[in-house]
T-cell receptor, first 111, second 112 residues
Framework: DQQVKQNSPSLSVQEGRISILNCDYT??????FLWYKKYPAEGPTFLIS?????DKNEDGRFTVFLNKSAKHLSLHIVPSQPGDSAVYFC??????????FGAGTTVTVRA | SQTIHQWPATLVQPVGSPLSLECTVE??????LYWYRQAAGRGLQLLFY??????ISSEVPQNLSASRPQDRQFILSSKKLLLSDSGFYLC???????????FGAGTRLSVL
């Protein structure tokens, strides 16, 4: 049962433009959400998180938006850089320490 | 500073052989520890987690087991590997009450 879904397996964006990654979830008990970035053959790197009491969290070029009524979150990367080319995973937690992950979106930043 | 070590980076094992993957965390005490597996083209699947020495919770019944013999050491094992055990295995930790998990570099396991 996939409770966290990333419906776009890939995204191509031009360098300097905005990358928007989307994530949907089905479990209404999820109250904490995270985004990770992963390069091939490496472990995921934590990017940014957001609690369900907020609808936006920003950290440098990364902003996460949460729409609880739609059970939807998104990650905005502005401006996109070549080093941002990676697989991005969203994850969610339902009040405990376990995370449920989406399948990932592969971002390619074109020069 | 806190760091996580996971080894080996790559492992090729024959079907039916045993497995032992080790993960250690430095610079913290009493971390929560996790083992995940990523199959090709899939997300991360939680296999085991531990909130203390000797405390192991299993998320998915399968051919694997986990142990935590020391506070900052987490071991993933199998007595007899199956072809379906191939994948990318990741260890992660959280420093206590936070839910932000931090991952090791991973082990690519190929069972042939």
């Amino acid at each position: 049962d996939q409770q966290v879904k990333q419906n776009s397996p890939s995204l191509s964006v031009q360098e300097g433009r905005i990358s928007i990654l989307n994530c949907d979830y089905t479990n209404s008990m999820f109250d904490y959400f995270l985004w990770y970035k992963k390069y091939p053959a490496e472990g995921p790197t934590f990017l940014i998180s957001i609690s369900s009491i907020k609808d936006k969290n920003e950290d440098g070029r990364f902003t996460v938006f949460l729409n609880k009524s739609a059970k939807h979150l998104s990650l905005h990367i502005v401006p996109s850089q070549p080093g941002d080319s990676a697989v991005y995973f969203c994850a969610a937690s339902a009040g405990d320490y376990k995370l449920s992950f989406g399948a990932g979106t592969t971002v390619t930043v074109r020069a | 500073s806190q760091t996580i070590h996971q080894w080996p980076a790559t492992l090729v094992q024959p079907v039916g052989s045993p497995l032992s993957l080790e993960c250690t965390v430095e610079g913290t005490s009493n971390p929560n520890l996790y083992w995940y597996r990523q199959a090709a083209g899939r997300g991360l699947q939680l296999l085991f987690y531990s909130v203390g020495i000797g405390q192991i919770s299993s998320e998915v019944p399968q051919n694997l087991s986990a142990s935590r013999p020391q506070d900052r050491q987490f071991i993933l094992s199998s007595k007899k590997l199956l072809l379906s055990d191939s994948g990318f295995y990741l260890c992660a930790w959280t420093p206590g009450p936070t839910r932000d998990q931090y991952f090791g570099a991973g082990t690519r396991l190929s069972v042939l």
